[in-house]
C-alpha cells in the first residue's frame, strides 16, 4: 500500500460514514475506519486527532472561505452584504462529494450527543471566522457577531436544502435566498 495515498482524507470521512451509519459512532474503532478507507491507522492519524474530528472535516477550510469571501466584498458592502460574498465563495468550493454525504453525515450526528455537541461547535467556529472578518473589516462587535450568526443559520439552512435528493438549485443560489429571508425577519422583529 502506497505511504500516500490520493484523496485519503475524503476516503475517511466516506469510510467513517459507512461505519457509523452501520455499527454506530460509538461501536466503531479508528482501526476500522482507516482499514475500510484501505489506509493505516498513522494515515488516519495524519488527518484527524479523532474519529469526533472526522465528522467536522473541512470546517477550518470552509471557515477559511467565508473569511475570504467576506474580506474580498466590497469597501462599500454592508456588514451582510459581506456575509453574502463570504457565503458565495463558501458555496462555490462545495463539491458533488459534500452534497452526497450530506444526509448520511446528518442523520449520523443525530445518533450521538457527542457528535451533536461538536456539530454545535463547528457552527460556532465558522460564526467566529466571519465574525472576525467582519471586525477586520471595522464592523463593531455586536453587529459583527449578530451578522455572522445570521450567516451560519444561511448556510446551515441552504446546505440542508441542496442536500435534499429533490433539489435542483445551486447552493449559493439557496445561501442568498435563506440570507435574504433572514434579513427580512430580523426587521419584522420590531
Known amino acids: 500500500m502506497p505511504r500516500w495515498e490520493p484523496d485519503a482524507r475524503e476516503r ?4 467513517a460514514l459507512q461505519l457509523f451509519s452501520e455499527q454506530g459512532y460509538d461501536n466503531t474503532a479508528v482501526a476500522e475506519i482507516a482499514e475500510r478507507a484501505g489506509l493505516t491507522r498513522s494515515t488516519f492519524f495524519r488527518h484527524f486527532p479523532d474519529k469526533r474530528e472526522v465528522l467536522a472535516a473541512g470546517q ?3 471557515s477559511r472561505l467565508f473569511a475570504d469571501g467576506i474580506s474580498a466584498a466590497s469597501a462599500d458592502a454592508t456588514p451582510l452584504t459581506a ?4 457565503l458565495e465563495r463558501a458555496a462555490g468550493a462545495m463539491t458533488p462529494f459534500n452534497r452526497e454525504l450530506g444526509p448520511r453525515l446528518h ?3 443525530a445518533t450521538s450527543a457527542e457528535l451533536q455537541e461538536r456539530d454545535a461547535l463547528k457552527q460556532v467556529g465558522l460564526a467566529a471566522a466571519m ?3 467582519l471586525r477586520a473589516r ?3 462587535d455586536l453587529v459583527a457577531t449578530l451578522a455572522a450568526e445570521l450567516g451560519v443559520l444561511a448556510f446551515k439552512e441552504a446546505y440542508a436544502a441542496w442536500v435534499a435528493a429533490d433539489n435542483q438549485q445551486e447552493l449559493g443560489d439557496l445561501a442568498r435566498t435563506a440570507l435574504d429571508r433572514l434579513r427580512a425577519t430580523v426587521t419584522e422583529l420590531g
Not at 475517511?12 to 469510510?15: H, S
Not at 456575509?83 to 463570504?86: H, T
Open 12 to 15: 475517511l470521512v466516506a469510510a
Open 131 to 133: 465574525a472576525g472578518a
Open 83 to 86: 456575509v453574502a460574498a463570504g
Open 107 to 109: 442523520a449520523v450526528i
Open 138 to 140: 471595522g464592523v463593531p
Open 60 to 62: 477550518e477550510i470552509l
